[in-house]
């Protein structure tokens, strides 16, 4: 069983279209995040949710809305896609705020 | 913020060799972890290590806390350990973790 999924694993869309990135962690934790990888590798965080409350929210445009339903489940809602968010999507998530993360395998965001 | 600095940014290795690579960091940690992004794209958790020295087959790390810097060593390289691996920190007192650029390794045959 897979600790941290994310669905889908690939992503085409059209410039404007508004999309959803799912994730799920069966672990038990309570800390989820959402991390952005572009082009070069970098990976840099987006948002953090910990017991479903936003503890980290870097500087992302406001088009990028994440909500946590429950402390198992991080979603990604992106409104007006732009060519610049093509990029892949890392969830993770931790036993709490401090501890060690677990990845998910990532969206490929492509837009067109 | 925090600066974290991974060095070499690439690395060709003949298969069965050694190689360090390293992670320096600007400021106190509570929080260090390894990870290898392999050619499909997965993060794989190396190690989790904010201070001291852990070995995992032929792979080990070290993390000198006190003069902020990491090692990661890959012993008898194989074409498998191909990929990007990111040293990822968490200042003390902060919950922002940060992520190295990366270092290249590709592994010849």
């Known amino acids: 069983d897979t600790a941290v999924s994310q669905t889908p694993k690939y992503l085409v869309t059209q410039m404007g279209n508004d999309k959803s990135i799912k994730c799920e962690q069966n672990?038990?934790?309570?800390?989820m995040y959402w991390y952005k990888q572009d082009s070069k590798k970098f990976l840099k965080i987006m948002f953090s949710?910990?017991?479903?409350?936003?503890?980290i929210n870097e500087t992302v445009p406001n088009r990028f809305s994440p909500k946590s339903p429950d402390k198992a489940h991080l979603n990604l809602h992106i409104n007006s896609l732009e060519l610049g968010d093509s990029a892949v999507y890392f969830c993770?998530?931790?036993?709490?705020?401090?501890?060690?993360?677990?990845f998910g395998a990532g969206t490929r965001l492509s837009v067109l | 913020g925090i600066q974290v600095e991974q060095s070499p940014p690439d690395l060709i290795l003949q298969e069965g060799a050694n190689s360090t690579l390293r992670c320096n960091f600007s400021?106190?940690?509570?929080?260090l972890q390894w990870f290898h992004q392999n050619p499909w794209g997965q993060l794989i958790n190396l190690f989790y290590?904010?201070?001291g020295t852990k070995q995992n087959g032929r792979l080990s790390a070290t993390t000198v806390a006190t003069e902020r810097y990491s090692l990661l060593y890959i012993s008898s390289s194989q074409t498998t350990d191909s990929g990007v691996y990111f040293c990822?920190?968490?200042?003390?007192?902060?919950?922002?973790?940060?992520f190295g650029a990366g270092t290249r390794l590709f592994v010849k045959a």
């Open positions: 993770a998530s931790s036993q709490d705020r401090q501890g060690l993360q677990y």
């Open positions: 672990l038990g934790h309570d800390t």
């Open positions: 949710y910990n017991n479903k409350e936003l503890i």
């Open positions: 400021d106190s940690v509570n929080n």
């Open positions: 290590i904010p201070s």
């Open positions: 990822a920190v968490r200042n003390t007192g902060g919950f922002k973790t940060i």
